[in-house]
């Protein structure tokens, strides 16, 4: 029914899962060093933006947390995806039920909500 190509979603979002999955695990090692490179980029797609400001900073024990539970979020945004590809209705806004654009997916394969209803709840 779709035209997005779900077997490639899939195996980004495996991917995604596991690399997550290897910083959740890292922080649990008490491994801030190589953590920081480890979710470089996943501060630029990530669920919560106020990660963002972090690459900089000193990376300390609080922040470690923080991180941690985003990294959760982004796992569970994952795993949802996931369902949602099983089930046939991954792509779709959760919230309007419009497609979500391509490259949005492209970008944060675990997206929920199209970009419009994204700024929507951010305001
Ligand atoms: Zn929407």
Redesign the pocket.
Known sequence: MSTIETDRFRQMLLEERARVQHAIDNLHSENPGSLIDETGELTSSSIDNHLGDMATETFDREMGYTLEDNAEAVLTAIDAALRRIDDGTYGT??????P?APERLEALPYAE??????R?SER
């Open positions: 806004c959760q919230r309007c039920g419009k979500i909500l199209c970009i419009d209803c994204k929507e």
